[in-house]
């Protein structure tokens, strides 16, 4: 396990609008006010379109993460995660979950990874600016070769 006690900057409320892309306008967003480390620690949303980490194959090694997406459409969700940057590159390498409920289909759910998405009517999101220390992205060769979040002071 690893932990840090974290220094929290400025909290923002940002709001998306009806047909934006997701993850290029939270990057915008990022890049105008100059996050490059923070927490979301919800966000509600209505999207159009979502791409969400899952599979119907099987799967040759259980252990190992799943890269395949789903695609849902016309739904409503309720997520949070982190934002850190990838030390090497500077990349912006968002770490969110969704639950999502299908609306024509009684609210049924899927709960996973984000992928992507089109903003359908709405997203409110709180964003938390974490100044200290930094978070940071690295991918793990000995794990798959995941991003995992780390510190950076």
């Known amino acids: 396990m690893r932990a840090r006690q974290v220094q ?3 909290t923002f409320v940002v709001v998306f609008e009806h047909g934006d892309d997701f993850f290029p306008t939270l ?7 100059r996050v490059s ?11 159009e379109s979502v791409d969400l ?3 119907c194959r099987r799967l040759g090694d259980p252990a190992a993460p799943v890269w395949d997406a789903v695609q849902l459409s016309n739904v409503e969700a309720v997520g949070g995660g982190t934002l850190a940057r990838d030390p090497e590159s500077g990349t912006l390498m968002p770490h969110l979950h969704v639950a999502c409920g299908l609306k024509e289909h009684s609210a049924v759910g899927h709960t996973s990874h984000l992928l992507g998405a089109k903003v359908q009517f709405l997203v409110e999101m709180v964003v ?11 991918r793990s060769p000995d794990l798959y ?3 995992l ?4 002071s």
């Open 145 to 147: 070769d995941v991003p």
């Open 128 to 138: 938390v600016e974490v100044t200290d220390p930094v978070l940071l992205r690295r």
């Open 53 to 55: 980490v899952g599979t």
């Open 27 to 33: 990057e915008a967003f990022c890049d105008a006010e």
């Open 149 to 152: 979040l780390g510190f950076r």
């Open 37 to 47: 480390s923070a927490y979301l620690p919800m966000f509600i949303a209505g999207f």
């Open 8 to 10: 929290a900057g400025r």
